[in-house]
């Protein structure tokens, strides 16, 4: 008998012994569990975002781009006098700009490592906040993968939300260990310093600030330093900004100011459809979201139903803890963090809910806050419980995370395919096009020509017409490139070097390069001619007139005369026109029918005796401009 209690006494101390070993194991190796989790959320990043290109700038890109080409650093970066007073943001605009040059291609690449990023980021909290990896994955993926990117990846001022968002989550992340255990003074103080910073990455972020009472409150701080930390580092940035742009008042979304735009009833309903949103549900335009509720197929309604009920299993579960806890510091503890999470979404909503409208990318730090919150009720839920795996408890808790993460992914999938819905996608998408069949095809022969655009049903502003071409020139010039519109191609004489013809395809948001077209259309040429204006002794042609009818040629030989050079040109059926050649330059001026096509043939009694080529059967005899305006 005591030798059998002597053995069980034994094997417990081996299975002791083995769980720590193996504890210690996991331990020494677990950098290797967050490096394949990082490198699966980098690759998830990528494979969402496929397809989404910046391949030209228009609007407030192009505008911003325009200012780091023609303002000095310290115009760019402080902006005095202007609507905004962003620094923190505008200097990491200009070291990105300064580091991409005329590659605007590498714009969206940027874009989502920098998402990808900061889903890194969000893995670790919701790590920290769960007590398991595979929660933390989960909340990163349902990150990436939402919808709510797109400003962030398809737009080069992205840079400024995923920097502000970054900024508010650590806001919250050092407030929470702050009042959890970790109270050191540090923190506090901390969350005060991006507080500040992210005021000056974008203005609606002044609305955290009763974050910073409320975990004071909840950490029942008697200390006024900490106080006088919060309070100091919201009197500094209205007094930054009132010195920098002679206002307090945040300036609202489309040139409009917060203070006359504000409407309770309408900032009330607004605040609403944000929580729609976080919850999956598009409760806004489609020019905003891409497909309204309303309009989403019914797999959709029902992916984003079965996964909000996932989540709110586990709402009812915390709430039992909630209310059911019999320790009364335990219960005030929980009651804090709850508080914590659910304020930080709270003034979030509030600042995107004062202005004109709702946008997703405004409810983008919500969501991710709305993540954070639900690994740490997962955390909540299975505190003390033995590890499985990659998770404390696969079921039920892990199971409804997953489940929801499952279920809105294909949704999301869904209405990230709606994108070209969004407000900005289709124009987006015509500067896309605008750059392929211009800088992209060209390369830098572009400079210098003049672009004709067939119809201007896209109404291309002045700026960007002056602008667009200019950052891809090395130079930030792109001297003598000019942009011209016209309803035909009858408003253009024939196509020569120095230009190029587009069309626009509202059909497809893009543009078609009809150059080749229109050059041959206007100037058919059988044999003999070629675009660099040589011809050669035998020559035949097709030209169309221009509107007075009228075809203007200049015939240049640089070669030698010895004397009694002629050319010979027939136009149509009529006699042959002889023209002598008594200069280097012979001007001569046919008429016709405005518009007429005219067939001509060309003939010289001489060519050119020292030319380096013979382009086709017959030798190089003379240069010929061919006018029809």
């Known amino acids: 008998m005591d030798s059998g209690k002597e053995a069980e006494t034994l094997d417990a101390k081996e299975r002791i012994k083995f769980r720590i070993g193996f504890s210690r194991m996991e331990k020494k190796y677990e950098w290797k569990d967050h490096l394949i989790f990082m490198g699966l959320l980098l690759g998830l990043a990528v494979w969402v975002n496929r397809g989404i290109e910046i391949r030209g700038l228009y609007m407030d890109d192009l505008y911003f781009w325009s200012c780091y080409g023609e303002q000095s650093f310290l115009q760019y970066v402080f902006p005095m006098g202007s609507t905004r007073f962003r620094f923190l943001y505008y200097l990491a605009a ?3 700009m300064a580091v991409v040059g005329n590659r605007v291609a590498w714009f ?69 260990r702050y009042i959890n255990g970790e109270g050191r003074q540090s923190l506090l103080i901390r969350a005060c ?94 020019h905003l979201n891409g497909c309204p509720w309303g309009q989403s197929p019914l797999w959709v309604k029902l ?33 804090a963090n709850v508080l914590l999470f659910v304020g930080f979404i709270a003034c979030n909503i509030a600042s995107s809910s004062v202005t004109i409208r709702v946008e997703l990318r405004w409810v983008y730090v919500s969501l991710a806050g709305a993540l954070l919150f639900l690994s740490w009720i997962y955390g909540e839920l299975t505190r003390g419980m033995k590890k499985e795996l990659y998770l404390k408890r696969l079921w039920p808790w892990g199971a409804l995370f997953g489940v ?40 830098e022969r572009i400079f210098g020509k003049t672009i004709y655009i067939m119809g201007n049903s896209y109404e291309m502003s002045d700026f ?12 930030r010039l792109a001297e003598g490139t000019k942009v011209e519109f016209i309803d035909s191609i009858r408003d253009i004489g024939l196509v020569d070097e120095d230009m190029l013809v587009l069309r626009e395809d509202p059909e497809h948001n893009g543009f078609q390069d009809i150059t080749d077209f229109v050059r041959e259309l206007k100037l058919k040429v059988d044999y003999g001619y070629y675009q660099d204006g ?3 002794e035998h020559a035949s042609l097709t030209v169309m007139a221009g509107k007075d009818g009228t075809i203007h040629l200049e015939v240049m030989y ?58 086709g059967k017959d030798r190089l005899a003379a240069i010929v401009h061919i006018l029809a305006d």
């Open 534 to 536: 040589w011809m050669d």
């Open 303 to 335: 992916c984003v139903i079965l996964a909000d009920m996932a989540v709110l299993f586990m709402v009812c579960g915390l709430l039992s803890r909630l209310f059911g806890h019999k320790g009364k510091g335990r219960r005030w503890a929980l009651w």
């Open 464 to 475: 960007t017409a002056r602008t667009f071409f200019k950052v891809f020139d090395k130079d």
């Open 94 to 96: 200009w070291l990105e």
């Open 193 to 286: 310093l991006l507080y500040f910073g992210v005021c000056f990455v974008h203005e609606r972020y002044m609305a955290l600030l009763p974050l910073l009472f409320l975990a004071l409150l909840l950490r029942r701080c008697k200390n006024p330093a900490l106080w006088g930390a919060g309070v100091g580092s919201f009197v500094l940035v209205q007094a930054i900004r009132a010195l920098t742009i002679g206002s307090v008042l945040p300036a609202g979304t489309g040139g409009t100011q917060v203070a006359d735009t504000l409407n309770i009833p309408q900032a009330l309903k607004f605040a609403f459809s944000q929580a729609a949103y976080v919850f999956g549900i598009n409760a806004g335009p489609e």
């Open 404 to 443: 929801y993460v499952l279920l809105m992914l294909p949704a999301e999938l869904f209405y990230r395919s709606c994108y070209p819905k969004l407000y900005l996608w289709p124009d987006q998408l015509r500067y896309n096009s605008l750059a392929e069949e211009t800088y992209e095809k060209y390369g």
């Open 558 to 615: 640089p070669g030698i005369m010895n004397g009694g050079e002629m050319i010979t040109i027939t136009k149509d059926e009529d006699e042959p026109l002889q023209l002598p050649v008594q200069s280097s330059v012979v001007d001569a001026t046919l008429t016709a029918d405005p518009w007429q096509m005219v067939h001509l043939t060309f003939d010289y009694n001489f060519y050119m005796q020292n030319a380096q080529e013979q382009r």
């Open 108 to 176: 969206v690449p940027i874009n989502i490592l920098l998402n990808a990023a900061l889903a890194w980021y969000l893995y670790f909290i919701a790590h920290r906040l769960s007590g398991a990896k595979a929660i933390g994955f989960l909340a990163g993926s349902m990150f990436l993968s939402s919808r709510m990117a797109y400003y962030q990846i398809g737009q080069v001022l992205g840079l400024m939300e995923t920097m502000a968002l970054w900024m508010a989550v650590a806001v919250l992340w050092c407030l929470y």
